[in-house]
């Protein structure tokens, strides 16, 4: 079963309700009743998160090592699914949901789900202008009515765009594992991907529009 936190904010007057379940495994062991919501409230990890801009909206940690985190972060939002237990990040889940859309009353959001490499060799750090391109051509093939876009236009819509996503991915997801590591006082250790030139950087696994 997952530990749920939501919402979470470094003011203490601005404090969700935290739930926790008293078994401890892995990286839940840092989580203890009774200093918990004081701990997630004031800790280095969320004053990390905190000087990145990001948003918290939900981290869920699973005894066997699986993690779930969401954030906010400028227009978008992100939703990280990761295997701690992994040595070798060749596939990270992921969903990224586009919520600017002033220009469709009748639709709250357009979401990416796609899986990417973790590539950890990157210097410059990326913004999100090739989210804004890649949402831009998302919303040119949106079709009134339909629920998601046809996957005949993603190579279009991710033409020449594949390695600075995956570049910005693997920032973000950085930084998570730093937030991971803050939190739970223990280093993770993962591998790397040498051979890129055969190697699909993005795997697009659906492009879902909610109304």
Do not use: C, H
């Amino acid at each position: 079963m997952l530990n749920k936190i939501e919402n979470i904010s470094l003011k203490p007057d601005m404090r969700n309700e935290i739930k926790n379940t008293k078994k401890e495994s892995g990286l839940n062991k840092v989580y203890k009743r009774g200093s918990f919501a004081d701990t997630l409230t004031y800790s280095e990890a969320l004053i990390f998160l905190s000087n990145l801009n990001w948003k918290l909206r939900k981290l869920n940690i699973s005894s066997d090592e699986e993690l779930e985190i969401a954030f906010q972060f400028e227009n978008f939002e992100f939703n990280f699914l990761i295997n701690t237990k992994s040595n070798l990040l060749q596939s990270v889940n992921v969903k990224i949901t586009d919520i600017n859309v002033i220009d469709y009353s009748s639709l709250l959001k357009f979401t990416i789900e796609l899986s990417f490499i973790y590539r950890d060799n990157q210097d410059e750090i990326e913004g999100l202008e090739v989210l804004n391109n890649i949402f831009s051509k998302v919303k040119s093939y949106y079709i009134p009515g339909e629920n998601e876009i046809n996957s005949k236009y993603y190579f279009n819509i991710f033409y020449e765009q594949e390695e600075k996503l995956s570049n910005v991915l693997s920032k973000f997801l950085k930084n998570i594992l730093i937030f991971i590591e803050k939190l739970n006082q223990k280093r993770i250790t993962f591998g790397s991907v040498d051979n890129l030139q055969t190697t699909n950087l993005i795997e697009i696994k659906g492009i879902k529009i909610e109304k």
